[in-house]
Structures are given as structure tokens and as C-alpha cells.
């Protein structure tokens, strides 16, 4: 009976226990649910906007997938970009909105900030204010530590109407409003110039070292167009804002002033047609450097980047005319959110100066460095040689995608499974390697351009390997062989 007793007793008391436990948990998940972690955004680039240099940076910044903000805007008022502040997995209640107003002529560039407020529940719109940008294919915003003391600046850049590069800086002051401490406007070009900071800054124990802006505006007081001059601005503690430190003068190339006018005057293709070829590295010694080039391609809609023995291939979106030369927005054929800015500048009428924003929202390593001077291919004698063969043909062969007929034209037909594609084609030979380049109709030439080597199979057939073609080096794609055998040829 006691033995009964006590298995009682403890069955009654684990019930109880497991009683407690179910309820208690119901009672703190109704009361206080667990919040769920905010899945890290995806990382695009909405419109035209966008760099974000790692450098100096107090957070991550992510963008959207699409144009949604957290409070609506107001009725004329047109989404350009949005940032959200990230850190680590954590997206915080904090997002600027880069905005324009439809009523306005101008198109000038606003900046909006929405906040998550603890006391409401809900986001307000704290604060905005208007840019020194209106060019929207131009625009980057992104965030930074410009000031050294872990407060985030906020940097629009991009151009005017006027085709002047600018650049707006806000700090973010007390009551979770901004202040404007830089407002720019320059008929050359805007860099932050960065310094490495201490290791005790980067461990947060001390502040660090101010970020100078610098601007390349025309020297109006020289006859030559090229020279320029330097201006740098300093951040001032006292005024909280960006003012001028020194002007040095910067003396360019003597060129034949008429030639140069020609290729500035602004004539939409004249300078896209003038760099509209190869360009060899110049290194700081002043040798030329072949491993390291740019492929300017108008026509086609692409710039190929080749350094460190691999080759980039971007897609040519946009260009404005500068006092000096061009500004291009370019994206990467293969990884979407990978941007690139190139601000080119004549040095002579064989040379440009370049300088590249990187717009990579993925941690990508870049290891080439496209800041620089390039010369004209035509000056050196480049690693391989094009030459072309006979270029066009007038044969149908039959292969594993259909019968394909090359017109002498130079243009084919695939027919398969009832349905004809067309296209372009070109054999040509680069070194001791035949290739041919296919191009598909009515489809982006520059994603669905692809090229293969040319090998003969017996005197009857063809066989197809496809590469990746670069100015030193053919990569092959490690594809499946394609056989062509000959049906007819004329």
C-alpha cells in the first residue's frame, strides 16, 4: 500500500511539472514572442545608383530587391534607391531613400530618413533633404565614416544637368537628424581620398583620422585645356564642415588645342569613337604592362577588364560627357550586383587616365587595381595578334543542335525541331588558333555572344570547343565538343 502510495504521489507531482512547463511556455510565447531574425536583404542595385567602398565603413549597407519603403511616400515624390543599415545579420530600423520630384524640372536629387520609433511602433519620416545630383544614371549613395569618430556620413555622388560631377556629405548629428558638412560641384572630378587608420581605431578604443576630399576642376588662368587644378578639402572640427585646405596646380599634356577641342566638344560618339579600342596599362615607372588592359567595345555595348591573368566582361550602360572626357555606369554580365563607375580623362591623343568605383555589394576580392593611366594598344605590340581569315562561308552542316546553314552573307540558320534561329557569324584565327564567333538575332549581343575553336575532324567535319577569348590569353570552357559534318557546301 505505501509502495502504491509513493508511485502515486510522484506521478501526480511530474503532471503537475509538465503542466507548469506547458504553460508557462505558452504564456511567455503569447506575451513575449520570440522575435525573428530579419533575413538579410538581397543585394541589388535599383536603377542607376550605387558604390559602396569597404573602406572606413561603420556597417553594411544593402539594398532592396525591389523600391518598398517603410513609410509611403507622398504623391509626385518617385523612388530612385534604398538603403538599409545592416550589421552583421541584423537589419536595423533605419532606411534613407533617394528620391525626386516629378513637378520639378530640374529633376533634382532628395534624400529621405525613416527611423522605427519605439514609442509609436511605427516608422517615421524623420528628416529629408535636396542633393546637388539630377543625373539618375549617375548616382551613388552609400555610407561611411568620413570623420573618423564612427558617426555615419552619408555620400550621394553623381552629375548635374550641367554635366558637373558633385558631391553631398550629411553627418548624422544629435536628435537622428542630418547635417549637410560638404556640398561640391566640379566640372572635373570627386575622390575621397582615404588614409589607413590606427589599429586602436579599428578596435574602437580611439578616433581616427579625418578623410580629405578632393576635387579636379579646369584651370581657367591656362590657354591649355588639360591643365587642372587640385583642390582639397578638409574636414574643420570647429565649423563641422568641409572647407578648402590648398589648391595645387596640376599641368597637363600640350596637345594641338584644335584636336582637343574636337574630341571635348561634347558631339555625342566623338569620344566614345576615340577610346573605342584597346588600352594597355601604363605602370608608375611609365612602361607599358600587357597583362593588364581595357577593351572598350561602343558599338558592341561592353568594356572587358583583363589583370591577374582573368578577364571581366561588363556591360556598357551609360555615358556622360565630362569637361575632360566620359563617365560610364557599366554591370557585369555575369554577377548583376557588381557595378562599375569609370570616370575616363584625356591625357593625350594616345593616353586616357582612369578612375574606377567598384559598386560590389558581395564580398568579391578585386585584385587588379584599374585606377591609372592606359595607352593605346596601337603603341605596343600586343601579346596575340587578330588576323582575319576567310571570315564567311556558304555550307550547311548538321550537329548535335540542328542543321546549320552559314550563309556567305555572314549571317546563319539553325533549324531545330521545326523552328529557325538566326544569327551572325565570323571565322577568324587569333595566333595559330581558327575560331569562330556565333551571334545570336534579336538577343543581347553581349550575354549571347559566344566563340569557339575551330578544329577539323576529317576532311568532312568540323569540330567546336567553346573558349573565352581575351587580347592575351584563350581560356577554354571545359564544355562538351560539338561536330559539325559537312551536308553541302558552294
Known sequence: MKKSYIGFSIGVTVCILIIIALVSGFWEHFFYPKTQEQPRTKIITPG?????????????????ENLNTKVAMEDGETVIAVLNQEQGREVLGEQIVAYRRQDEIENQLYIAYIKYDEKSREYKRLWNAPTAASRVETVSLFIQDLIGDRNDCLIVTGMNNHNEHTMTVFRLGQGQAFSRIADLRIEGSIIIQETARSLAYQQGITKGQSFAIVAYGHDASSENILDQLESTYVFNPVSEQYELSKITKIPGSQIEQRRLRELLSGVPGVFENFINDLWYYVSPQGTLDSRQYLYFNHAGKEIIFFGDESQQ????????????????????????????????????????????????????TVSATWDGSYRRAGTAKPAIQ??????????????????????????????????????????????????????????DPVKNRTVYRVEAAGNTALSLSRVRLGAAVIQDMLEGQVTLTLVSSE
Open 48 to 64: 542607376e545608383t550605387g558604390f559602396s567602398p569597404d573602406s572606413g565603413t561603420t556597417g553594411q549597407t544593402a539594398r532592396e
Open 313 to 364: 566582361v561588363f556591360q556598357w550602360q551609360n555615358s556622360t560627357r565630362t569637361r575632360y572626357g566620359l563617365y560610364i555606369s557599366s554591370q557585369n554580365i555575369s554577377i548583376s550586383t557588381l557595378r562599375r563607375f569609370i570616370d575616363i580623362e584625356l591625357e593625350s591623343l594616345d593616353s586616357i587616365r582612369l578612375r574606377v568605383f567598384e559598386d560590389v555589394r558581395l564580398k568579391i
Open 386 to 443: 587578330q588576323q582575319p581569315i576567310k571570315p564567311a562561308i556558304a555550307a550547311v552542316y548538321d550537329s548535335s543542335w540542328g542543321r546549320l546553314h552559314f550563309h556567305s552573307s555572314g549571317e546563319y540558320t539553325l533549324h531545330s525541331g521545326g523552328t529557325a534561329k538566326k544569327g551572325h557569324y565570323v571565322f577568324f584565327k587569333v595566333g595559330e588558333y581558327d575560331l569562330l564567333e556565333l551571334r545570336p538575332e534579336n538577343e
